[in-house]
């Protein structure tokens, strides 16, 4: 049997209104911020994202899904969206329209990841992006927003971890402090946190092994090393969130694993998804606009991983969705009228009405359980002696009330059932 390929998953029908119910709030929530949404395909020439993300990075080194296509280009499923939106921002002068593009997307992404739980090799991401505006109070609305659609979604036990990664000329300053401090301690880590030393220091953070984090607990921190720039624009993001009544930490080790960042970095996190707990992360990326090619523009988003989301949800049971239901289920009585009873079907869908009938010639006792079964909140019999007088029955199944209707009146149907 063929199955679905490692790390990849179907989103069955039983599952499908969580996922209505998440991608209305996320739209609502960007609305009320003024976001527009924006589509990019679902691949990329590799050259974008190897140089918008960092050639030395996971997602570029190990996990894009790279192949080259029938004429010989690289191409990559997108891994992330914020280079796929910058090179969009790019080629459709989106700057000369408007000074701030404010731009939100929801879409699948793909990396060659180990797969575990909330972690996938395609999952979807909502996020993002607004070009145009070095304002600090734009990365504070990152924030926000994500933390608001968490807040709709129900979801508690939340942690926002902030940071500051200066612009490069401090961080450059920085590194040469961390490298000194590590200069006598570099044989004592691991190998994978060595490779880093050498190729992008400040991921040596990101390590979860002990013996690493006991080292690195008392390395220098990059926000003590911070330009006069990045602190005051820092400073304004912590008081916007204090002042709008979001809890934060400001964690200086929290150094987000994609090239790009400038100045503010973001996470939240979840204590119930286990091991995969950041639901979303972000930041500002002042000069990925130049580095792909446009005119020098500042640019600031975030992005959230949506099974992961749902996975918090369910484990904290943040939401419950009512039953699916139908406005009418449609029961023949007598056989011979199926087309009688699929032409009442086409009338009252054309008004709007979601209605279903029986396909398989089953017995009225059966399609009375189709009908309890999909929730119908009015049962109409076709058939039987109201039939022969020209009449259909109408069932409320709130109230168990019935009422006839002529046949030729459709329409008193229709208003009931709106009513
Ligand atoms: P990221 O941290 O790589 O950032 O991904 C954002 C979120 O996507 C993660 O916090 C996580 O919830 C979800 N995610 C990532 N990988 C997986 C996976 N394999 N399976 C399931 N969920 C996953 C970015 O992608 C940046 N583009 C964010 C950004 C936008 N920065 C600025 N603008």
């Given at each position: 049997m063929i199955k679905a390929v490692t790390g990849t998953k179907d989103i069955l029908p039983s599952e499908i209104n969580r996922w209505y119910y998440l991608e209305n709030i996320v739209k609502e929530v960007f609305t009320n911020f003024n976001y527009k949404e924006i589509r990019t395909p679902v691949f990329e020439e590799t050259s974008l994202f190897a140089r918008g993300i960092g050639e030395e990075t996971d997602i570029v080194s190990k996990e894009m899904y790279t192949f080259l296509d029938r004429s010989e280009t690289s191409i990559t499923?997108?891994?992330?969206?914020t280079a796929a939106v910058v090179r969009s921002y790019i080629e459709h002068s989106l700057g000369t329209l408007q000074p701030l593009n404010k731009l939100f997307y929801i879409s699948p992404m793909f990396r060659q990841e180990r797969p575990q739980a909330g972690r996938f090799r395609q999952f979807h991401q909502f996020g993002a992006e607004a070009i145009g505006s070095t304002s600090p109070l734009l990365d504070a609305e990152m924030i926000e927003m994500s933390y608001n659609i968490f807040k709709r979604l129900g979801l508690k036990d939340l942690v926002v971890k902030i940071n500051s990664l200066g612009v490069p000329q401090s961080r450059e300053d920085y590194k040469n402090k961390l490298r000194e401090f590590l200069s006598d301690k570099k044989?004592?880590?691991?190998e994978e946190s060595r490779k880093r030393f050498d190729k992008?220091?400040?991921?040596?953070?990101?390590?979860?092994i002990e013996s690493d984090q006991e080292i690195m607990k008392d390395a220098p921190l990059l926000i003590d090393y911070l330009d006069e720039e990045s602190k005051t624009d820092f400073e304004v993001v912590k008081e916007y969130l204090t002042k709008v009544g979001i809890p934060f930490e400001v964690d200086s080790?929290?150094?987000?694993?994609?090239?790009?960042?400038?100045?503010t970095t973001f996470e939240v996190i979840s204590n119930k998804v286990g091991s995969q707990s950041a639901l979303c992360g972000g930041g500002r990326y002042d000069l990925l606009i130049q580095e792909l090619g446009g005119k020098p523009t500042p640019g600031v988003g975030f992005a959230a991983g949506m099974e992961r989301i749902l996975l918090a949800c369910e484990n904290e049971k943040s939401f419950t969705l009512p039953d699916p239901s139908i406005d009418v289920y449609l029961i023949r009585?007598?056989?011979?009228?199926e087309s009688t009873v699929a032409g009442i079907a086409s009338l009252l869908r054309s008004q709007k009405l979601s209605v279903d009938f029986d396909y398989l010639s089953r017995s009225t006792k059966a399609q009375m359980r189709e009908a309890n079964k999909s929730n119908a909140k009015y049962v109409l019999f076709i058939g039987g002696e109201e039939y022969s007088r020209g009449e259909l029955l109408l069932k409320n199944?709130?109230?168990g009330q019935q009422k006839t209707v002529s046949k030729d009146e459709i329409n008193k149907i229709i208003s009931e059932v709106k009513k």
């Open positions: 499923l997108k891994p992330e969206m044989d004592k880590l691991t992008n220091i400040l991921r040596i953070f990101d390590s979860k080790a929290l150094v987000r694993g994609l090239d790009y960042y400038t100045k009585i007598d056989k011979g009228l199944m709130a109230d």
